[in-house]
């Protein structure tokens, strides 16, 4: 089945960097990426997907990248902020039909003022 | 904006007991899920359920496990032996109509589920 790799598993940066969080995943059938955000005690909140016919996504201050080739995504947070300070999921589902999220390990992001 | 509504937000109960979690998915939804996150790890799928019955399970969801929706608005998921391991945060999801990867899973706030 789909196994999905997170890294780093926590990041600190200073308010105003850049943050950087990069999954792979195993199985190429899969085709839909989307990105949950978890504060302390919360859901997982979507911050930004992407589908297997586009490379790239912009939102405000965060974007998704996606390599099909080498089967690896990538979320960017620019101008981070202490408010982004969270434990961030990515996970893959497949292409057709109702298909379960496999979720990365996570990364706790820290962000200092 | 509707939002997965879930209950209790903590239960404790004792090892062997039944225990019922519950959910109300959003109103318009067809395909529902739910996941458990075990404290400090990721999340795991659980089981998915559409049209009254199970799509697909994990080897999590053993013969303990079982799902149902009772009525139109609620989605339950019992345990029917706790154990100590089942301790966890369990959420539900839905999504809309086409259930296809188009479309965003909504997570409820979650049940923590403390086994003693």
């Known amino acids: 089945g789909e196994n999905v790799e997170q890294h780093p598993s926590t990041l600190s940066v200073q308010e105003g960097d850049s943050a950087v969080i990069k999954c792979t995943y195993s199985?190429?059938?899969?085709?839909?990426f989307p990105w949950y955000k978890q504060e302390l005690g919360k859901r997982p909140q979507l911050i930004i997907d992407i589908r297997s016919n586009v490379g790239e996504k912009k939102d405000q201050r965060i974007a998704v990248t996606l390599n099909k080739t080498a089967k690896h995504f990538s979320l960017h947070i620019t101008e981070t902020q202490p408010e982004d300070s969270a434990v961030y999921f990515c996970?893959?589902?497949?292409?057709?039909?109702?298909?379960?999220?496999?979720f990365g390990t996570g990364t706790r992001l820290l962000v200092s003022p | 904006e509707p939002e997965v509504t879930q209950t209790p937000s903590h239960q404790v109960t004792q090892m062997g007991q039944e225990v019922i979690l519950r959910c109300v998915p959003i109103s318009n939804h067809l395909y529902f899920y739910w996941y458990r996150q075990i404290l400090g790890q990721k999340v795991e799928f659980l089981v998915s359920?559409?049209?009254?019955?199970?799509?697909?399970k994990s080897e999590i969801f053993d013969d303990q496990f079982s799902v149902e929706r009772p009525d139109g608005s609620n989605f339950t998921l019992k345990i029917r032996s706790t154990k100590l391991e089942d301790s966890a945060m369990y959420f539900c999801a839905s999504t809309g109509l086409t259930g296809g990867p188009a479309d965003t899973q909504y997570f409820g706030p979650g049940t923590r589920l403390t086994v003693l």
């Open positions: 199985d190429s059938a899969s085709n839909y």
């Open positions: 359920f559409y049209n009254n019955e199970i799509s697909e």
């Open positions: 996970a893959a589902s497949k292409a057709a039909g109702f298909q379960k999220l496999v």
